[in-house]
Structures are given as structure tokens and as C-alpha cells.
């Protein structure tokens, strides 16, 4: 298939790319390079081994994405183009929901008008607000804590009720749980600007210099070791998640198929690994990895985190033949390839 991938250049989606190449399909990039860097088109055309098609445009702008539908034809589009900074979105709640609501209008426009009916979506397990875990798809409570996390909730309803007046239409949600971990190749990885707001960078940033101290917030959760516990998933498994549920959208499976319910054709597939694992386990195994002493400090809780989170993975492996394989272990040692190799991101380029 000839696959338009929004976001490209983005940590996810850099690593979709390379996947979806592997499994046989043409892809094009559009980004905006918002919260990216140019950079990484060199290290993803060494990587595929051939020229990687890239539009630098902001998809909010609805005449330039049609201008791409109108020049070229896509049968799929993967959407990862987004903003997803959960404590911004707070201060900035018009520019999420501006970029994140705008920029999949557009592209549900474009792709209605040029006849492209596949669509898969970068969803996130926030959507699960405060449920207890394990999450399972069909949960009826779909909620959120912060702005950002409300943008996926919204574009989840969008989706169904586009597909529901438009029977060509075939969309996948994919909720991801917590993505870590890089290409074996240390050449692309999670690039954060400024402070990171994800535990493995930070932890990645202590091990290799550039900060002191790892700030654990809480050690007195009801947990194994009273610190959070989240559902880690190798950013490559993640990526294969994308290539399976590309597949299963192109058999264009019968509804029955879909947690979604009579007559849908959008489906839901949480990925993660169904397991678990504490802020304190994911220092000690990063300390493993890189043979680094990653000093830390427990500090207050922080507002509104779950003391636990993990994904019923089983649907997806039941529908779409997908299993998150890599270990923790495996997601520090490739997450510190790529830290050690680039100690500053692709601003060492
Ligand atoms: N990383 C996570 O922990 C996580 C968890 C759950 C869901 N997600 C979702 O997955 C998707 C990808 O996440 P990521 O971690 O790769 O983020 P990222 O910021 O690394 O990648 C997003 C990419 O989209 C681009 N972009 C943003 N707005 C754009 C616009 N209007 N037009 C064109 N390009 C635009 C950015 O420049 C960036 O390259 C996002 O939708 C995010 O909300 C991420």
C-alpha cells in the first residue's frame, strides 16, 4: 500500500516508518516539524535504504493537505501528527485542541474527497481517565484528566461518527500504553525537547550526564514497592501493532469483528504488554543497561497519576495475531544505544 504517515518524523512515528517499509509498503511522510527534527530524515533514509518523501507542512492547513491528496494517492493513512504534552496542554488548551482536532479534520477531509479509506490512529491509554486497570476497549467510561487527553477522546467519537455516514470508511484506534525504547541501530530514538515529561528519557538523561537526579514522585502507592506502575512497550513492538492493524484494515474484516458494536467499522486495540512495572524497577534495569549509577530522589506525588496502569492486550493479539515481545530489559538497552550514541538527541547532528 502506498501510506501516508502524519507525524513522521516523530518518535512513534519515525519507528512506524522503518516498520512499515520492512513489510513491503511505499510510505510518505508529512510533518510540520513542530516537535521534530530534519535530522531524522537522513538517519530513516539510511535505515529504509532508499529516498523517504517528506511534505514539511502544518496539517492544520486544510489547502495544503489537499493539495498532497491531489497530487498524489495514498491507500492509508497513519495519523500520529499531534501534540502531547499532557502538563502544556494544560496552559495551552487551545493550541492542542486547535492542532490536534484541525489536523485530523483536514485529513478526514482530504482523505473523504480523494477516495483513501483507510485510517489509522494514534489513541493513548489516558483515554481510560481514572478506571481501574486492567483497561479493556470495551469500557464504557472514556475520560480524562487533561486537555490533551480529552483531544484523543474526542477524535475517538469523531471518528465513529464519520464512519458511521461513510460505509468505505475503516479506521483503527490504537491506545497505546507507555512507548520506550529505540531502533536496535541507535540511530533514531525519543528526542524530547527540554525537560523530558516521560520517565524513560529522564532516566536516560541522568544515565548519561546531562541531569543529576532522577525525581521519583511518591513512594507511598499501594504498589509492589510504592512507587507508580506502568505498562511499557518497546517503541518496535509498537510499530508492528501498526503494521498488523494496517493488515487486518485491508482484509476489511466483517463488523462482527469490531469492540465497537453492530454495523461499526472502526476498531479499538489497546497496545501494550499487559504487564506492569514500577518507577523504581525501571531505574534498577537502566542502571543494568547502560552500567551507569542512575542516582534518584522520592519526591511528593504528583497531581493526578494513577498508582497503576496496564493494558488487557488480549484483543489485539486475538484479532490481529500482534504480541508486545521486547522485555524491559531489551527496551532500556536499546533506549541507551541510542542516548549513549546521541547524548543531546539529533541536535548532535
Ligand atoms: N509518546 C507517547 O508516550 C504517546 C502515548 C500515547 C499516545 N501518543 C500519541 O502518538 C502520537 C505520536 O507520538 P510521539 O511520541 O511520536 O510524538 P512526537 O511529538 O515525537 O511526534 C509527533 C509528530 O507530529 C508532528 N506534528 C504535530 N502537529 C502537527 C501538525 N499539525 N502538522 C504536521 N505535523 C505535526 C510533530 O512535529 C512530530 O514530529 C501522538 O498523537 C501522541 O499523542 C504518544
Known amino acids: 500500500m502506498r501510506v501516508l504517515v502524519s507525524g513522521g518524523a516523530g ?185 523530558p515529561n516521560n520517565l524513560l528519557p529522564y532516566v536516560a538523561q541522568v544515565a548519561v550526564g546531562r541531569r543529576d537526579r532522577v525525581a521519583v514522585f511518591g513512594g507511598d502507592y499501594d504498589t509492589a514497592d510504592g512507587t507508580c506502575e506502568r505498562d511499557y512497550i518497546h517503541v518496535e513492538d509498537l510499530a508492528a501493532g501498526h503494521v498488523a492493524a494496517l493488515a487486518h484494515l485491508r482484509r476489511a474484516l466483517p463488523a462482527e469483528s469490531s469492540v465497537d458494536g453492530k454495523g461499526a467499522r472502526v476498531h479499538t486495540w489497546n497496545l501494550g504488554t499487559g504487564r506492569s512495572t514500577s518507577v523504581l524497577a525501571v531505574i534498577r534495569a537502566f542502571a543494568a543497561a547502560s552500567g551507569r549509577p542512575v542516582p534518584f530522589e522520592i519526591v511528593g506525588r504528583r497531581a493526578g497519576d494513577m498508582p497503576r496502569s496496564w493494558a488487557d492486550a488480549s484483543l489485539a493479539e486475538r484479532e490481529l495475531g500482534w504480541r508486545a515481545t521486547k522485555t524491559i530489559d531489551e527496551m532500556c538497552a536499546d533506549a541507551w544505544r541510542w542516548q549513549a550514541a546521541n547524548p543531546f538527541g539529533y541536535g548532535d547532528a
Open 11 to 195: 518518535y512513534i512515528g519515525s519507528h512506524t516508518v522503518v516498520a512499515l517499509v520492512a513489510a513491503g509498503h511505499e510510505v510518505v511522510v508529512v510533518d510540520s516539524f513542530a516537535n521534530s527534527s530534519p535530522v531524522v530524515v537522513g538517519r530513516l533514509e539510511a535505515l529504509i535504504g532508499r529516498e523517504l518523501p517528506v511534505h514539511a507542512f502544518d496539517l492544520t492547513d486544510k489547502d495544503k493537505t489537499e493539495q498532497l491528496f491531489a497530487s498524489d494517492r495514498f491507500d492509508a493513512v497513519v495519523h500520529f501528527a499531534g501534540l502531547k504534552a499532557v502538563g502544556e496542554s494544560v496552559e495551552q488548551p487551545l493550541e492542542y485542541y486547535e492542532n490536534n482536532l484541525e489536523s485530523t479534520f483536514s485529513l478526514l477531509r482530504a482523505m473523504r474527497r480523494h477516495g483513501c479509506t483507510l485510517l489509522v490512529f494514534s489513541s493513548s491509554a489516558t483515554v481510560y481517565g481514572d478506571a481501574e486497570p486492567p483497561y479493556r476497549e470495551d469500557q464504557a467510561l472514556l475520560s480524562s484528566s487533561n486537555p490533551y487527553g480529552r483531544t484523543k477522546v474526542m477524535i475517538e467519537q469523531i471518528l465513529r461518527d464519520v464512519a458511521a455516514i461513510d460505509d468505505t470508511l475503516q479506521v483503527a484506534i490504537l491506545r497505546y500504553f507507555n512507548p520506550v525504547g529505540a531502533h536496535p541501530s541507535g540511530t533514531i530514538g525519543e528526542d524530547p525537547q527540554g525537560t
